[in-house]
């Protein structure tokens, strides 16, 4: 793929420079205290997504680059090997089969809802509407990582991540908003209902031990992280590539089958003692990752186009 040659910047490494600065000053201006209050209600997610659309459309980054080929694929699937290996199932298991419960049927409901709200407005969006449906269902169930990972394998438009984020972040953040007013609430209502909370307090006990634990990333620790996450990236890569293409349009691509591989495969390293990798910042690691990977899709779209 040629890079656009009316941008101001054409290399692929000056690219991806300037695309890492971009989310660096994003994050490092969301922890003044003058620009809290900002980044809590339009939260960084934002920023990361339409400045590099902005940077496009005024010239400065290009439209189409090679590094663009490469960052969605790898630093997708680098991300979310690293966030997996730091998910505690046994944890999540122990809620008991009342939240289990509760959580798979707001996954249910999304599922169910995003088609019969597509289906209702089909003759005002456009033939490919439904990719952005899928990606906003995958935010909501799963955050921003899932959003990300659906949206890559539906084939989601660049240009159509720029409606999903903002309506992820209204909707999201308004009911958030609901909840923590109603959090004041949530002593009353635990005694009217009888709730036991005793296995969510014993959860709230084990993260911050977890966060306690944690400590500064060495030399080792970084190598490892780095390593393991761009193997598995490449490796889930190069099996899903193996695998058939499903789907008319498509809709279980390589990429997907890529998707659920280093998803699969995390979820079982998460058993092992490289879960320990979560006390250095894996989890962090991979949402850098993820968050450069944003900003490459945000430099895609051009609203010049």
């Known amino acids: 793929m040629e890079t656009a040659p009316t941008s101001l910047l054409t290399d692929p490494m000056a690219v991806f420079g300037f695309l890492a600065l971009i989310v660096a000053l994003i994050f490092w201006v969301s922890e ?18 339409f400045i590099p659309m902005f940077t496009t459309s005024t010239g400065i980054t290009p439209s189409s680059s090679p590094l663009y080929d490469w960052t969605v694929p790898y ?8 966030l997996m290996i730091s998910v505690d199932v046994s944890s ?27 289906l209702l407005f089909q003759n005002l969006l456009p033939a ?16 921003t990582a899932n959003m990300v990972a659906i949206a890559e394998s539906v084939g989601t438009p660049e240009s159509a991540y720029g409606p999903v984020i903002v309506v992820d972040t209204v909707v999201g953040y308004g009911w958030m908003g609901v909840l923590i007013a109603l959090a004041g609430y949530q002593a009353v209502f635990d005694k009217r209902t009888n709730a036991n ?15 306690r634990q944690r400590h500064p990333t060495t030399l080792r620790d970084a190598i490892m992280m780095i390593g393991f996450g761009m193997a598995g990236a490449v490796m889930s890569l190069e099996v899903g590539q193996l695998l058939p293409v499903l789907g008319d349009p498509t809709i279980i ?5 890529a998707i659920l591989i280093v998803v699969t495969g995390g979820l079982i390293l998460s058993f092992t003692p490289l879960r320990e990798l979560e006390k250095v910042g894996a989890s962090g690691l991979g949402y850098t990752a993820l968050y450069l990977l944003l900003a490459g899709i945000g430099a895609q779209a051009d609203i010049r186009a």
Do not use: H, Q
């Open 32 to 49: 003044l205290p003058r620009f809290k209050k900002i980044f809590e209600v339009i939260p960084p997610v934002i920023y990361v997504y």
């Open 75 to 82: 630093l997708l699937l680098f991300a979310l090997l690293l």
């Open 92 to 118: 999540i298991i122990k809620l008991g089969p009342t939240a289990l419960f509760m959580v798979t049927a707001g996954a249910v409901g999304i599922v169910i809802g995003g088609p019969i709200s597509l």
């Open 128 to 143: 490919d509407a439904w990719t952005g449906f899928a990606a906003l269902s995958g935010s909501w169930i799963g955050g």
């Open 197 to 211: 909370t005793a296995v969510i307090e014993e959860t709230n006990i084990r993260l911050a031990k977890m966060d």
């Open 253 to 257: 691509s390589t990429t997907t089958w």
